[in-house]
């Protein structure tokens, strides 16, 4: 890990997201789910394109074609790779 990170609250941050987001499912409309996760797989599938259109776009530069903050795109491209949906490196 690199310096300055504390892997303590590293993991109490990941733990309230799951929490929150355990929370969210509970009171939000299925429907409503179902269009964010559409949504949410268009996305990939467009990061998947430009991506491959051009190799060399970085996450700041990703997040500023489509109107997102560079931790979210961040986020997206290790998921991609972790899935195989895109080179790693």
Known sequence: MGEG???TEM?????DKVTRSRQLMAVADPELLVL???WLE???DEIV???QENP???APAL???LALPASGVTFLLNKLKREGRLPEG
């Open 11 to 15: 993991c109490q941050s990941l733990v």
């Open 49 to 51: 394109f430009l991506v």
């Open 42 to 44: 268009q996305l990939e």
């Open 5 to 7: 990170v504390d892997p």
């Open 63 to 65: 997040a500023q074609k």
């Open 36 to 38: 964010f996760e559409d």
């Open 56 to 58: 060399a776009l970085t």
